[in-house]
């Protein structure tokens, strides 16, 4: 058919061709191995996410989408967009909250484009632990700069354009994502794709590839970071009801719980769980159809579906998987997980980071490839050629019941599981027992971190990385230019509640919590965040203040009372924390952001509450003062407490004018009789 005059062939790139985005799943997880996505190729024709398996994420993709396909018309080489988020590693471990070691990111600041990317582990094995950052020549070359980050997290969130698939069926060799297909696409200089970064800042994503990861994450769900995805708003027709109530608690529907229970923190209580007398139940998540016995003590755990935990036992940092049974008196130690359907006997006390299962640990070499799959997924090596969860001869879990027919005349070490229990202990191996304390839900302990501070302090052998601006030889900037880091404040909230929940485990008078353990474990996290004595005088502060909050008070008269009684009581410990005058302004200001944001109810009585925190000597006359002067050139806004506070202000000025007067008569006096002998 002929063609019409002025008429045009409609003439389509693939790639400009419409097409829905499309997702790819990764079996990227703590027990699978990843494999390349070669199956995916027919089926995807255009761009496409790339996300691992156990990724957590409320994040739009509208954006990260757009800017990708803006910058494909531009450049046919940039074919992924890789999604970080800002993070703080601790300057102790060297690690961040989800408990992966410290990533090194060299980036284009004006483009964006990731030019280098190593975390800091690889990094050690592959430079023979230099502290120093070795980047190639050509990285450099014909750019004004490229920053280099330590405090980003990656979410393992890509969008990659179909070319992508082609590199996955050339690369089939490839084993990990990040350590073998990023860093070989990053050195490849022959094809010249390019991998572009993409910050999210108020939006979250996190991967779960190890417990202390499993562990922040659940926190994170449970304290609302995630949005939408919380336990009260349901995914799907069969998700039980779950409501919030007070302080915290997540409570589903059939939940039989005891008057004397005590339930508080930040805890979730299963459908159909039973809690019997004199419980005390802290900061845990606890699944469906679990019988808690009376006087049982559970602080910070998971305990999933239908466990049996009998009377008197004490669990604090432990992951009890389904169907498993703690017996009368049994103690559980941080870190210590227990699979399906594993018996703990009457009395028994479970060490520190033990793990506990039906299964035999296998005794048979793994592979390369399961050792190097492994070194990739988070440190967690324990269950490489077996995981550790269910398997066949491991029980039927679904329904909760326990194969009897597969324990018959089977025998148990009672040193691992106590007289009554059924499981066999895994040994942790030499090298992975000193490495446990980083991937557990339990918090690192107190010992553990003043040794690495002792080890940092006397290492002469390993230098401090100086993460900042790399310029090209023969330019400078000035140090203006350079860009600050971003807000820190999902690290500061993170630091505030576990300041909080370990305040409130002293409050509540859990069995050995005294106010010098408080101290120590604040001092652990003051450590472990790299915070600042204010800054934990002002968390222990608001934790203070909340206590008030939740006494019952019918008006600010009453809550007055409350904040007085509080204040007196842990007067000392908030003390500590106060070193200089600095810190106790630190404080007058945290008390200001409360008053104007979470504890409104303060605002009306905040010049009394001044007045409380003097008379307690808490805070100084020097530092009353010095913060009114202070906002003296502040705007308006910014002066509502200094007004209310000013009878107060201008009595301490008075008080103060009036002893400099008492002091000078007193020298003249002494000045005079000196004289006049």
Known sequence: ????????????????????????LLADSFTQKFRPITMERPKIRGDFVLVSGDTVSNMSLRQVLQEHKERRRKDKLSVMTMVVKHTKP????????LGNDELLLGVDPETKQLLYYEDKKDYGKTHQGSGNIILDQSIVTDRSAVQLYNNRQDCFIDICSPELLLLFTDNFDYQQLRRDFVKGLLSDEVMGYKIFTYEIHSEYAARIDNFRSYDAVSKD????????????????????????????????????????????????LGEGTSIGDCCNITDSVIGQGCIIGCNVHIQGCYIWNNVTIHDNAKLRYATVCDGAVVKEGAVLEPGVILSFNVVIGQNFTVP?????????????????????????????????????SVVENEINCQNGKRDEESMDGQSWNVLEVGVTGTGYKWSLGENNQEEEWRHSVSPIPYEKIQELILKKRFDFDETTLDIGTVQTPGESKPDSEIADD??????TAYFNKEVEETFRRAVLEVPGVEQHHVIIEVNGLRLAYNMSFSDCA?????????????????????LFINALNVITKWRDLLKHYLKSEDDEVEVLL???????????????????????????????????????????????SDKVFVKQSELFIQWLQEASEEEEDDKEEEEEEEGGGGEAA
């Open 1 to 24: 058919m002929a063609q019409k005059r002025g008429s045009k062939v409609a003439e389509v790139a693939d790639d400009e061709v419409v097409v829905p985005l499309q997702a790819v």
């Open 486 to 491: 971003e807000s820190e404040k999902p690290e």
């Open 352 to 388: 520190m980071y033990s793990k506990i299962s039906l299964t035999p640990q296998p005794t048979e070499e793994d592979s390369d490839e399961e050792l190097e799959y492994a070194e990739g997924a988070g440190g967690v090596t324990e269950s490489l050629t077996k995981p550790f």
């Open 90 to 97: 601790s300057s102790v471990t060297h690690q961040n909250l």
């Open 538 to 558: 002002g968390a222990l502060f608001h934790a203070i203040l909340n206590l008030a909050l939740e006494a019952p008070h019918a008006g600010p008269s009453e």
């Open 590 to 636: 945290k008390f200001e952001e409360i008053c104007l944001e979470t504890g409104k109810e303060f605002a009306p009585i905040f010049s009394k509450m001044l007045e409380v925190l003097y008379d307690k000597d808490i805070l100084t006359e020097e530092a009353i003062l010095s913060w009114a002067s202070e906002k003296q050139e502040a705007d308006e």
């Open 221 to 268: 769900i449970l304290h609302r970071w995630t949005h939408p995805i919380v336990p009260d708003i349901p995914f799907s027709r069969n998700s039980p009801p779950i409501r919030l109530e007070s302080q915290g608690i997540y409570k589903a529907a059939g939940v039989m719980q005891s008057h004397s229970a005590i339930i508080c923190g930040t805890t979730i």
